[in-house]
């Protein structure tokens, strides 16, 4: 069955420090695959997307994240957070054909501390 | 361009009233979504449009119906509201094709049923 799985469901981290959020999927074919973040009270808005080609891809707001088909992972990275990266992060995979239907992992939510 | 635009912002009914919640997207999108938020499991689908005409079912449909009757508007109807459908309410849109895969999200509808 297609899954998403993001294990951690709250982090904290210090302003400054950099940051992983992890998300594993299972899925039958190649997918696609996407990073949302969304705001307190908001919607969700798209961080970055990998289709194909190079394994890491750059995103909005400096985040990062890289493909690995062996481990089945979407990893989510910043170098350095600052206060207003406070929100939750969803990872979503779709199909390459027809219409994506899009399956999201649960989220996880991250604090920041000043 | 408005974007994804969805009202009410806020809904409390009472069990067994009947509402439409309205979304709408000016950017000519063919692909519409509707998705329910619930803490713990990231977002659901719950009925898609391809294109005007053509609805399909999305993981959790029962209790909800849809119509897509023009490409900018994709009202979700709940036929007899229920305590179980108090969520977070997203529509969504996209245009075809692999280049097109990114979603658009409207700012929500939380509804409440009592």
């Known amino acids: 069955a297609q899954s998403v799985t993001q294990p951690d469901i709250h982090i904290t981290v210090s302003e400054g420090a950099s940051l992983e959020l992890r998300c594993n999927y299972s899925?039958?074919?190649?997918?696609?695959l996407f990073w949302y973040v969304q705001s307190p009270g908001q919607g969700l808005q798209l961080l970055l997307k990998y289709f194909s080609g190079d394994t890491l891809v750059q995103g909005i707001k400096g985040f990062e994240a890289e493909f690995k088909r062996s481990q089945s992972s979407f990893n989510l990275r910043k170098p350095s957070v600052h206060w207003s990266d406070a929100a939750e992060y969803f990872c979503a995979v779709g199909g390459t054909s027809g219409y994506n239907k899009l399956i999201f992992g649960a989220g996880t939510r991250l604090a920041v501390h000043p | 361009n408005a974007g994804v635009t969805q009202t009410p912002k806020f809904q409390v009914l009472k069990t067994g009233q009947s509402m439409t919640l309205q979304c709408a997207q000016d950017m000519n999108h063919e692909y519409m979504s509707w998705y329910r938020q619930d803490p713990g499991m990231g977002l659901r689908l719950i009925h898609y449009s391809v294109g005007a005409g053509i609805t399909d079912q999305g993981e959790v449909p029962n209790g909800y119906n849809v119509s897509r009757s023009t490409t900018e508007d994709f009202p979700l109807r709940l036929l007899s509201a229920a305590p179980s459908q108090t969520s977070v309410y997203f529509c969504?849109?996209?245009?075809?094709?692999?280049?097109?895969?990114?979603?658009?999200f409207g700012p929500g509808t939380r509804l409440t049923v009592t």
């Open positions: 899925y039958g074919a190649t997918p696609y």
């Open positions: 969504a849109s996209r245009g075809p094709g692999q280049g097109a895969y990114e979603q658009y």
